[in-house]
């Protein structure tokens, strides 16, 4: 028989048995009015749970001394108590809730062991990264992934939106991007500004904070069909190989900075924005006469300077909205106000593959010893100039990469087993001890290149369950052989 704390996930930091059970009997919420939201999704939840019989109290209240998203649960005879250190911890203390009833249904138990349970995150950054702009999933599916973070106590649902030819953002003024781009069959679809706040107010609903992607100055080769004007004058074709804006172009930062507050009207209220930045490639910024003489005239040393300074400017509009900018790691040093999201580099970036890292190494062998000497050397890079970051190591985070060998996949891509995703350490031990408070906390990514809509929740599950213990639950008490017991309990 399944004891309570075989039951959880994330697992909580202590689960203390009191003796003596509570009935399984129909439960109802009480709770003050600033828990109104909370209530609620309590409610909802004792009604999918179908309870009958006499109602106990489902109590919710906020308790200071509580840690932030923290929750205390206590299961007794005469109902359940939810303390939350604020709004997010009498959240997840319902979600806690929520296994307990299940994992009891399931058993065919009729009443729920008494209990007390004290828990709060690790990390306060907990993020997941859907892909919608590769394939587009409908609004109803962004709602499904969203529950799914929501019950494993993610606060973050990062939105990757905008992609070479794929728009997804229901742009008014910029109407023009959401056009089909000429000789490319995208998949079709975007996001209507009434959806997107919509999903916003669902994703806040449940504690998690929506952060919208633009990429930029790269992975941007649909533009240049609708817009030629902002590709480099470098005498190239203007063809589905060229990436990257014109950067010495101020027309590029106009259009850019317009997409910028457009997204920021239609997103209104978020803290962070995504800009992307990352894989742009040099090669026409090298024989582009626009850019060669922006360079020149801001005496600047090269195209990597220039994509820089075109970057820190985009990234300074985003902060006029008060709003914090996230690059994908970079290189450069940016101002410690923009957030870096490490992922690593892949064995083709040009800047990484430079040099004794990548030696003489087949890919394959790259993807062992390589890749963490990247990865490793990004976050220390990021870290040393004072940057916080999120680490989304992607040998151990990116959930497009094949959990069996037999799954659709690039050749490039390493195996990422559920094991591998389990021993992910969002804090390496080598993290200087001045900087670790630097270190926010991780995010899992989808990219959907080879996924399709109807595959988004298989490739997401059961690893995304790993990673949530990994951002929730202290090292010392995580344990791979634990966690395989729990993890039958969580099946989709
Ligand atoms: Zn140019």
């Known amino acids: 028989m399944a004891m309570p704390q075989d ?34 999704a309590a409610d909802t939840l004792f009604q999918q749970m179908q309870l009958w019989g006499e109602a106990l109290p489902c109590r919710l209240l906020l308790n200071t001394e509580l840690p932030a998203e923290g929750y205390e649960l206590v299961v007794a005879a005469e109902g359940v108590r939810i303390g939350g250190g604020d709004r997010a ?10 296994q307990l009833l299940e994992g009891a249904r399931k058993m065919r138990r009729n009443e729920l062991a008494a209990l007390r349970i004290v828990d709060a995150p690790e990390f306060h950054w907990r993020s997941c990264m859907l892909d ?43 109407a023009e991007m959401l056009e089909s781009f000429p000789g490319h069959a995208r998949s079709s ?31 941007s080769s649909g533009v240049f069909a609708i817009h030629p004007e902002l590709a480099c004058p470098d005498g190239l074709p203007i063809d589905l ?16 900075g317009e997409i910028i507050d457009e997204t920021m009207e ?32 801001l005496g600047l040393s090269g195209e990597r300077d220039l994509e820089h300074h075109f970057m820190t400017e985009l990234a300074r509009r985003v902060l006029d909205h008060d709003v914090r900018p996230i690059l994908w790691s970079s290189l450069r040093a940016y101002d410690p106000r923009i957030i870096m999201q490490c992922w690593g580099g892949r064995p083709l970036d040009p800047e990484l593959s430079r040099g004794s890292l990548a030696g003489n190494h087949s890919m394959v062998r790259c993807q062992t010893s390589w890749i963490g000497a990247v990865a490793a050397a990004q976050m220390e890079l990021a870290l040393m100039r004072g940057a916080d970051l999120i680490n989304s190591r992607h040998d151990y985070t990116y959930l497009d990469y094949p959990m069996r060998r037999s799954e659709p996949h690039s050749s490039w891509m390493p195996d990422l087993p559920l094991e591998r995703v389990y021993q992910f ?34 490739k997401l599950f059961p690893r995304l ?20 017991r729990r993890v039958r309990h969580h099946q989709r």
């Open 266 to 297: 239609i997103f209104s209220g978020i803290r962070y924005l995504h800009l992307g930045g990352d894989e742009a490639s040099p090669r026409h910024w090298q024989q582009c006469p626009v850019c060669q003489n922006a360079i020149r005239n």
């Open 425 to 458: 350490d969002p804090l390496p031990e080598e993290t200087p001890t001045g900087r670790r408070s630097q270190v926010l906390g991780a995010e899992a990514c989808l990219w959907t290149e080879l996924v399709t809509p109807d595959r988004v929740m298989g």
């Open 7 to 40: 039951l959880l996930i994330p697992r909580p930091r202590k689960i203390e048995l009191t003796g003596g059970a509570m009935p399984l009997t129909l439960l109802h919420a009480e709770a003050p009015d600033l828990l109104a939201t909370e209530a609620r």
């Open 465 to 484: 369950l790993a990673f949530c213990e990994t951002v929730w639950t202290p090292g010392e008490l995580r344990d791979w052989a634990d966690f395989r």
């Open 89 to 98: 911890g009498v959240f997840y203390g319902i979600q806690t809730l929520r």
């Open 189 to 219: 679809g975007y996001y209507t500004p009434e959806e997107i706040r919509e999903i916003l107010a669902y994703a806040a609903e449940r504690h998690i904070e929506v952060i919208p992607e633009l990429e930029m100055p790269g992975h």
């Open 241 to 256: 190989t060229r990436g990257e804006y014109c950067i010495g172009n101020p027309a590029s930062r106009r259009f850019l």
């Open 132 to 174: 919608s702009a590769r394939h587009f999933q409908s609004a109803a599916q962004v709602r499904e992934v969203i529950d799914a973070l929501a019950r494993y106590k993610f606060n973050r649902f990062h939105w990757h939106l905008v992609d070479h030819f794929s728009w997804r953002i229901g742009f008014r003024r910029h």
